[in-house]
């Protein structure tokens, strides 16, 4: 599974939900590292946040969905605006979720989404959550708040 919200104390909450509820759980805090890392390591399914300010979730979800490799990923948007979603975004996505999010709904979206790959991944196993990938170095950091844990406000800027 991979998470995609740059809001970090968000992040957090659905990660901590996620792994308590079995899913491994990759992160990603911004656009640009959301399509490095679904494009390379092909999650079972992508948490896609919409706002987000280097690349919105709806041009990460056009990016994916133009590339025959990630093409067919399940996506489900979360979105704090669910009803101004363009159609296109819509018709692409398993599941259209607002902000906030209700926890039966978050986890029945997930499952429904990973169910046709449960048998071929590694998904049903718990493990210890990925660094999130703006203290990485795929997104570029503020130096300011670069030394602070679970900072993400370097989630703001854009890589380069």
């Known amino acids: 599974m991979l998470l995609v919200e740059d809001d970090g104390w968000i ?3 659905m990660r901590d ?3 308590d509820s079995g899913y491994a759980v990759l992160e990603a805090a911004c656009g640009r590292a959301a399509i490095r890392l679904a494009s390379e390591l092909l999650p079972d399914a992508l948490l896609l946040d919409v706002a987000m300010p280097d690349l919105n979730g709806m041009d990460v979800l056009r990016y994916l ?3 025959r490799r990630t093409r ?4 489900i948007v979360i979105s704090a605006f669910p ?7 819509e018709a692409s996505v398993q599941c259209v979720l607002g902000k906030p999010v209700e926890v039966e709904a978050l986890l029945a979206a997930v499952r429904r989404a990973v169910e046709p790959h449960a048998q071929t991944s590694a998904v049903g196993t718990a493990v210890a959550p990925v660094a999130p990938l703006s203290s ?3 997104c570029r950091l503020d130096s300011a ?6 900072s993400d406000a370097g989630s703001r800027r854009t890589a380069p």
Not at 72 to 75: A, D, G
Not at 145 to 150: E, K, L, M, N, T
């Open 17 to 19: 939900l996620l792994v």
């Open 83 to 89: 009803r101004v979603l363009p159609p296109d975004g």
């Open 72 to 75: 067919s990923l399940p996506v």
């Open 145 to 150: 708040v670069a030394g602070r844990p679970d």
């Open 65 to 67: 969905r133009s590339r």
């Open 11 to 13: 992040r957090r909450i």
């Open 136 to 138: 990485r170095g795929f």
